[in-house]
């Protein structure tokens, strides 16, 4: 059977399928459906310090090919969080030492971001956290994190000085260069970037007038994305050096190996979960399969295995361009 465990951020996962931050209930609801270790990761939906209603209803739609969503990071606060969620999600952690939990984090300023990671900084099984610097359906959609690798470096920099646990920053692709907030982070010590969180997309009830969604517009994931998400892994892998965790639309393992071979050490599977709450179970499975026919190599000797000629036009453009272009 091929090997499909995978070191990421200096950590050992028994795979490379991480769940996405609030597709997959918070804590450990998913487990009568899914088994704990048949993941490489558990992803928590974001944490704020104070807990959030989440935006007004409607605040999900589904389209052709993906949801729409508006949730708004509705969560009950970081108390919460550690007093009732972390210890069912930390007593599975410490059975399956190969699936790593991952606390993703939602702040307003770059102070606020530090001080929920200081926060949980001593708690043991807390593996890595996911900093959320994408999330569409707050503030407007203005995106301020994710926008100027500035500022990204600056949220990153502020976590990186508060802990050593292993940071994944989540960037948007709702941006002309992706790389260059990439670098931003990992200047500001990441250890990997998740590429990407939703599209900021809109849909319309035209004979009533309104947005389908009650905030106007939202963020858009599952089949639709992927090869924007695609392409943002793949522009993230070139220009730093940190491992790339790819993430939207992936609902195949032929989808996962896409990723792969674009330079991705990691995947994260949202809105397939909620058609197929069973799929990244599944998907292990299939992986796994897959890769034995294709001769058994391990996934890590996959990774980056795409080839682009240097003449390829598209490349050139991205090369001879400067940031702000
Ligand atoms: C209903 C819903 C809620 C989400 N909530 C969060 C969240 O709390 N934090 C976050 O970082 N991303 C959140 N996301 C984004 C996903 O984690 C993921 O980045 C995105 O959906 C793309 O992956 P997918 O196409 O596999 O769903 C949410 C997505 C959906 C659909």
């Known amino acids: 059977m091929a090997d499909l465990s995978i070191e990421l951020a200096g950590l050992r996962l028994a795979n490379p399928l ?10 450990v609801e998913m487990t009568p459906l899914v088994s704990f270790e048949s993941l490489g990761g558990w992803v928590s939906k974001t944490v704020t310090a104070q807990p959030r209603a989440g935006n007004a209803m409607p605040r999900i739609h589904e389209t052709a090919a993906g949801f ?17 969620t972390l210890p069912s999600v930390l007593a599975e952690r410490a059975r399956h030492p190969h699936t790593i939990v991952v606390t993703n ?6 102070e606020e971001f530090a001080q929920l990671a200081q926060r949980l900084d001593e708690v043991e099984g807390i593996d890595a956290f996911e900093i959320n610097l994408s999330c569409p359906n707050v503030d407007g959609g203005k995106l301020p994190y994710s926008t100027d690798p500035a500022r990204a470096e600056e949220v990153m920099a502020g976590v990186r000085r508060v802990t050593q646990k292993p940071l994944f920053a989540k960037v948007s692709p709702n ?3 992706v790389d260059e907030i990439a670098k931003g982070c990992e200047a500001g010590g990441a250890d990997a970037i998740t590429a990407c969180n939703t599209l ?27 090869p924007v998400a695609l392409r943002c892994a793949w522009q ?10 790819g993430c939207g639309g992936i609902r195949s393992a032929e989808d996962v190996m896409e ?41 890590s000797e996959w990774v980056g295995t795409l080839e682009v000629p240097p003449q390829t036009p598209w490349r050139q ?5 400067t940031p702000g272009c």
């Not at 991480?18 to 804590?27: D, E, V």
Request: glycine letters at 16%; charged letters at 15%.
């Open 18 to 27: 991480l769940s996405a931050s609030g597709t997959f209930g918070h804590g």
């Open 68 to 84: 729409l969503n508006s949730i708004g990071l509705e969560n009950k606060g970081i108390d919460h969080y550690q007093e009732a």
């Open 105 to 110: 984090l939602g702040g307003h300023t770059a």
């Open 175 to 177: 941006v002309t260069r």
């Open 200 to 226: 900021l997309g809109m849909a319309v009830d035209w004979r009533r007038g309104r947005p389908r969604l009650a905030t106007g517009a939202g963020g858009y994931s599952g089949a639709g994305v992927m």
């Open 236 to 245: 993230c892998a070139q220009a730093v050096a940190i491992p790339i965790i």
């Open 259 to 299: 990723f792969v071979a674009v330079g991705c050490a990691a995947v994260q599977v949202g809105t397939a979960s909620f058609s197929d709450p069973s799929c990244l179970a599944r998907m292990g499975q299939e992986l796994s399969d897959l890769l034995d026919r294709e001769g058994g190599r391990p996934l």
């Open 317 to 321: 453009t991205q090369e001879r361009q």
